[in-house]
């Protein structure tokens, strides 16, 4: 029978073995994986912040190499090398869990750092006795928010292979980050110095941000 023929294929002959499928409890358990990944990130990151190349110090506690960043591989395999390559058996596929975009480094890190971003901006302005104006306010959320869709949606793209729409998405977030910078130097605070440490430390996190965009463009236009 053809794969395609849809009217004489029941809808159960397309389900997985029961063996294999995850029910919903399996996702929320991977889900929850996922976020400690990101608090994990949080944690590395907050360890090498002093260092001159923070990104790529926290690169390597995650485990992650170069290619991770874009799904980019360089390398060629020769005659050799293809011989040897065995087929995985069944039984550790079974084993094996999925792999989403929720594993993407350009998500973990992003979806972190833009983590930072929002609590730290929570965490000044209710303790603020300054208040900023509601226009301002809303400009700079939704300019971060902005800029966090496109990142995940960059990610979502070089998961699939589509560098160059990946691409489009990191140029939109990296010009949404340029306006979130701009905006944020806008606020005031009633203590100058905790302004100016909210300052340092989420201009810190913004150039990274930007720096990840740069880096993954750089890799995509190749």
């Not at 960059?154 to 979130?180: F, I, V």
Request: net charge negative.
């Amino acid at each position: 029978m053809s794969q395609y023929d849809f009217d004489s294929n029941q809808e159960g002959e397309w389900e997985e073995p029961e063996s294999t499928a995850w029910n919903e409890a399996d996702w929320q358990n991977y889900i929850r994986k996922t976020d400690r990944e990101v608090s994990r990130f949080i944690t590395a990151y907050n360890k090498c912040r002093n260092e001159e190349d923070r990104l790529e110090s926290t690169s390597k506690i995650m485990g992650w190499v170069k290619e991770d960043w874009s799904c980019i591989d360089d390398f060629e395999l020769d005659e050799e090398q293809i011989k040897e390559i065995r087929p995985i058996p069944m039984d550790e596929i079974h084993k094996m869990e999925p792999y989403t975009v929720h594993k993407h480094p350009v998500y973990i890190s992003t979806t972190a750092l833009f983590s930072f971003l929002r609590s730290s901006w929570e965490h000044m302005m209710m303790h603020n006795r300054e208040q900023p104006a509601p226009n301002l306010s809303w400009s700079y959320c939704a300019s971060l928010a902005d800029s966090e869709r496109n990142c995940t949606l960059a990610a979502t793209c070089l998961d699939l292979g589509d560098y160059l729409l990946g691409l489009c998405h990191l140029k939109r977030a990296h010009a949404a980050l340029n306006e979130s910078m701009r905006l944020n130097r806008l606020f005031s605070h009633h203590s100058k110095k905790i302004f100016n440490e909210y300052l340092e430390e989420s201009d810190l996190r913004m150039h990274d941000l930007r720096e990840i965009c740069l880096r993954v463009m750089s890799d995509c236009r190749r």
